[in-house]
């Protein structure tokens, strides 16, 4: 329901236009003078203002001017005498301040609600709405500023105007502009401080900056921190204050455009590297190959995926293959574990690369437990009867990122190989690790020898499988 403000200082007037219009579905509140129209108008803000030209207190002419600066292009209707000559030239001046229509009384009541429901029909915010957050305590710079933009036509400028940081603040929580046009010197605020926090409780807005001379460098300051754009208001001309304004929302969604592909790639970045080397090259620092010394890797393999996959979809395989290796990265996440890839239906994964642990060793043992832990739930969960195979190496091995176009993080050696042909020669439900892991597990893990089988590449090698972790009875 449209609200319309009714204000005349003629009590059977107010009465009259406020049965007529209820009578035709509108929300109406009355006002003897222009003082009371600006107080219920900051309290339920109108949809059109109805006013006579003559009252006392304030007369319409600054009626018009007031409601306008308060709500940009709301419509106006304007009312007088139709005795005087006067009355005439008060309803051409009307017009030039504001009115969209303008009635000599008395006029016909049919003719005023049509004119209501056209002017409030037209108010609707077109397509091309731009919403302003003005910040000026300058009356005469708000009242210019305001004017300037209610001219333009290539755009619909719904401007709002406050004249302190801390109104705008207020204002922001409850509303979020396309674009903030501010005054550097506010009555709680001045200076570049000004923008930064404005810059501060509205991050992502598009923001253009007033100065009040080419000799003051604060507006070119304010670009430099982030602005979008600067005006002297010695130089404001209606075009091209909308153009900065429109130039500078269009700047802003450039800058958000960029800046979430930025996330996204480096989100993604993240995802296919370790942390710690996608950091260095989103600074642009060199990532050396380097040796490890001390880390331990893990390959896990699917034992019976093979005959599995034959008779699935696509769909469903990689579905399945997502299922188990997700388990697997966020038990690599908890021990501390840095996945290095998938292989088909094995899993890869170092502990100590590239980010140094303390007992490496420990922390794939656990992992490798842990995978036999989750076997079950699996299992149910997929309707498989599916079991893992995993092999662990510890030692020295070389790390670095390998490839142009499709980079990855990848890891070479002895170490490397040893716990591929350990998990390969392995047996299904069983972690099969080598002499080093075995020394650091020792103490406080179950091991079983199991001789010194001869696996391909490397000869007869002594292994051990791992069952748990020892209880301390203590």
């Not at 969960?381 to 195979?389: I, K, P, S, V, Y």
């Amino acid at each position: 329901m449209s609200r319309i403000l009714v204000v005349d200082d003629d009590l059977e007037i107010r009465r009259m236009l406020r049965l007529f219009l209820e009578h035709h579905g509108f929300k109406v509140d009355t006002a003897e003078n222009g003082v009371a129209a600006e107080a219920l108008d900051q309290q339920s803000p109108a949809d059109l203002l109805i006013t006579d030209l003559e009252m006392p207190k304030r007369g319409g002419l600054d009626t018009i001017m007031a409601f306008r600066r308060r709500g940009g292009r709301r419509p106006v209707i304007a009312m007088s005498g139709a005795v005087l000559a006067r009355d005439g030239i008060l309803l051409t001046v009307a017009s030039k301040v504001g009115a969209d229509r303008t009635f000599q009384k008395p006029f016909a009541n049919a003719e005023l609600v049509t004119a209501v429901r056209e002017l409030l029909q037209a108010a609707k915010p077109p397509a091309n709405r731009v919403s302003v957050l003005m910040l000026e305590d300058n009356p005469v710079y708000s009242e210019l500023l305001g004017e300037l933009l209610a001219t333009e036509t290539a755009h619909y400028y719904d401007v709002t105007t406050v004249t302190s940081l801390a109104k705008a603040r207020e204002h922001l929580r409850r509303a979020f502009p396309d674009v903030i046009l501010t005054d550097l010197g506010l009555e709680d605020s001045a200076g570049l401080d000004t923008y930064h926090r404005l810059h501060e409780a509205a991050p992502d807005a598009a923001i253009v900056v007033l100065t009040g001379s080419s000799a003051d460098e604060t507006g070119v300051e304010a670009v430099r921190a982030g602005a979008q754009d600067y005006l002297l208001k010695t130089e404001l001309q209606g075009r091209w204050l909308s153009r900065a304004l429109m130039q500078a929302i269009e700047r802003k969604n450039v800058e958000r455009a960029l800046n979430r592909e930025k996330k996204r790639s480096e989100a993604l970045l993240q995802s296919l590297l370790p942390a710690e080397v996608a950091r260095k090259l989103q600074r642009d620092e060199p990532v050396v190959p380097s040796l490890y010394p001390n880390a331990s890797v893990l390959f896990c393999d699917l034992v019976g995926f093979t005959p599995l996959a034959r008779d699935m979809e696509p769909a469903a395989l990689v579905e399945l293959l997502n299922s188990i290796f997700s388990t697997f990265d966020q038990l690599a996440q908890a021990h501390g574990l840095e996945k290095i890839k998938t292989i088909g239906d094995a899993y890869m994964a170092v502990a100590g690369v590239p980010t140094a642990l303390p007992a490496p060793a420990t922390a794939s043992a656990q992992m490798a437990l842990d995978i036999f832990s989750k076997l079950e739930e699996i299992n149910l969960a997929n309707g498989t009867r599916l079991n893992f195979r995993i092999g662990i190496s510890s030692g020295p091995v070389m790390a670095g990122i390998i490839g142009i176009d499709k980079i990855s993080f990848d890891l070479w050696g002895d170490t490397v190989n040893l716990a591929s042909r350990l998990e390969s020669h392995g047996r299904p439900g069983r972690i099969q690790v080598c002499e080093q892991t075995y020394n650091a597990l020792r103490e406080n893990y179950y091991l079983e020898e199991q001789g010194t089988p001869e696996i391909k590449g490397l000869g007869p090698t002594k292994t051990w499988f791992l069952h748990g972790k020892k209880f301390s009875t203590a």
